[in-house]
């Protein structure tokens, strides 16, 4: 199987794991998922090759790398949803990030 193939599933299967609805997260890792995010060196990166990628410019390694950082985005936006519902459960109010 190609890694690539492999890693999709690897991620589909990790988000499953973590977004499963029956297992409540502490309050207190739910706050710290909330201030989980790329850096500014990363958002940097992925916008340039986003930019790159629009005039088809990457070479196949850079086509990886941007696909990487979309899966790795998913799956932290999984956990911060998961992480404000559990939040607004606690509270009885809503949690923005």
Known sequence: ?????SSDYE??????????EEEK??????RYLLDVGFSSRDKERMHDL?????QDALSNHEKEELHAYAKIGTVV???KSKARRVLKEKTGQGVSS
Not at 50 to 54: D, E, I, K, S
């Open 77 to 79: 936006s999984i956990l």
């Open 11 to 20: 991620v589909a299967i990790l988000a499953r794991v973590l977004g499963k």
């Open 1 to 5: 199987m190609p890694a690539k193939l």
């Open 25 to 30: 997260l502490p309050a207190n890792v739910a």
């Open 50 to 54: 986003a930019l790159r990628n629009q």
